[in-house]
């Protein structure tokens, strides 16, 4: 079930010069959130009329927390929210991290973040009992980092070298010496495509959380989707949606 | 006031309320369920079908313009077999009228389709001749008056149900296609599809949409849409289903007042997954206020 809800922002802080922090409770989203899921955020303005997709952070009781990065107007308007300011979102969207899955059935997990696909990645670690390395790629100013639980060991690699290892997240992984049994990633596609190439050789089950323009944001469209190696059930064809269908994704399943 | 008279007719089918939604924009509904009572919308128009599936076109296939949208999805769909099985089904738990949307990349296509919806519990059918995504049939159709009334002929041959034929706002006179369908036998027209657009990425150097170009919808093109349903409603004596950025109940009485009978909700869905049933909810309290008994006494007003 998704959910259509006018919310009230409770907060929205600047963590860098373009990450923002957006926290609203809702009635019905939060309750069922799970990790890996998006929320669409609307915008107040008619001219702008499809809703951002924008990947949950951390869920906390009522609470949902949305950090992103403003690349447009749209996520600007957003970037200038304040507390009392509402908006309509929907969601939870999306089949997100299946964690009882990952939690039965590997040992230890490497969660890999860059850049704007950071935040899945807090409530995904969250929500696992198992051994758990992050590893987060910056440009360079950190942001998340010291978010996640104390029982999960954060790497981190940056483009300039400023903290941790100069680089990206695969730099970082090599110089961990980090062997996990499972691998969830969301990030640009050139790391996806360099983490695929590492679980491949490796036979290291891995799962993407996937991105595209999104219109409608709840399955409708077909604006989104990605390319799949067997005949998707829903489309019949070699396209899987990615705002209902996934966006988490086995890599063994998508064609990047 | 109370008990204002909300229904039309079309073909001989009756509808509820004028209130339908534009292909392509609401799947079978189903991913609209959570938010419309689609027992509330006079017609459910389903995303097009074709003789077989089809992929559609790479991504990225759609993009936010000012009050609009481009898209590029090329009628991907999974085929008539599918629908049959799947959609019909889910719809048929619904007390609307079911409108399935056509497509072919030849008349034999199309009339494929028609065939396998024969004896289906669906209808209405409307045909797509006015998609700008895609190289073959589409719009090869709806741009050329002879070739339009060829697919009319040939799908009202075909079919036991009422045909509605989908027309292009990508014409030179839209009264002479509504005109040309009409005349081939078309029980009705629907209008406006999408009007093709561009949009450049000035950083990337490159076209935004994969197909480099898209059909433009949204609030962007009501004016547009609004000016051709009223030339194309008083070019024919069949009854003509508006179209094209109607995101508000106003907007809606405006295009009855242009002469449509009833109207498409498509891109505004998007905006808001329930606004359908705000726009059934404010043309009846326009009515109310107004006083006036019944929507059908402001068809074509002006």
Partial sequence: MIYREKITVTSNERLTDDIFDLKFNTKNIAKDAKPGQFINVYSADASRLLPRPISICEVTGDEIRLVYRTVGEGTREFSRLQKGDERFVTGPVGNGYDTDFLNGNFKSAALFGGGAGIPPMVELSKRLDIKTDVFLGYRDVLFLNNDFPENVTVHIATEDGSTGTKGNVMDALRESGVTPDVICACGPMPMLKAIKAYSEEDVIKTYFSLEERMACGVGACLGCVCKTKETDEHSKVDNARICVDGPVFDAEEVIL | ?302
């Fill in chain 2, 1 to 302: 006031m109370s008990g204002v008279d909300l229904s039309v007719e079309i073909a001989g089918v009756k509808w509820k309320n004028p209130v339908t939604v534009a292909s392509g924009t609401f799947g079978s509904g189903m991913e609209f369920a959570d938010f419309a009572d689609l027992n509330r919308l006079g017609a459910v128009t389903t995303k097009g079908v074709a003789s077989k599936p089809w992929k559609g076109n790479d991504t990225i296939r759609v993009v936010e313009t000012a009050s609009g949208m481009l898209n590029a999805i090329g009628l991907q769909n999974p085929g008539i077999e599918t629908f049959i099985e799947r959609d019909i089904p889910f719809l048929n738990k619904y007390d609307t009228v079911k409108i399935v949307n056509v497509v072919g990349k030849t008349v034999e296509e199309y009339v494929d389709v028609v065939r396998a919806l024969n004896g289906q519990p669906v209808d209405m059918l409307e045909i797509n001749i006015s998609c700008p995504n895609v190289k073959e049939g589409g719009i090869a159709f709806g741009q050329d008056p002879k070739a339009a009334a060829e697919v009319t002929k040939a799908v009202k041959e075909a079919s036991e149900k009422p045909v509605i034929m989908k027309l292009s706002p990508n014409v030179t006179s839209i009264a002479d296609m509504a005109k040309a369908v009409e005349e081939a036998g078309a029980d009705a027209v629907s209008l406006i599809n999408t009007l093709t657009g561009m949009k450049i990425d000035i950083n990337r150097r490159a076209f935004v949409l994969a197909n480099k170009t898209g059909g433009l919808s949204g609030p962007a093109i009501k004016p547009v849409a609004l000016r051709m349903v009223y030339e194309a409603a008083h070019a024919v004596n069949i009854p003509v289903i508006g179209m094209g950025g109607i995101a508000s109940a106003s907007d809606a009485i405006e295009f009855i007042m242009a002469g449509a009978t009833a109207v498409s909700v498509g891109t505004a869905n998007f905006n808001n997954p329930e606004v359908t049933m705000e726009i059934v909810d404010g043309i009846r309290d326009y009515l109310e206020k107004n006083e006036i008994r019944s929507v059908k006494d402001i068809i074509g007003i002006l």
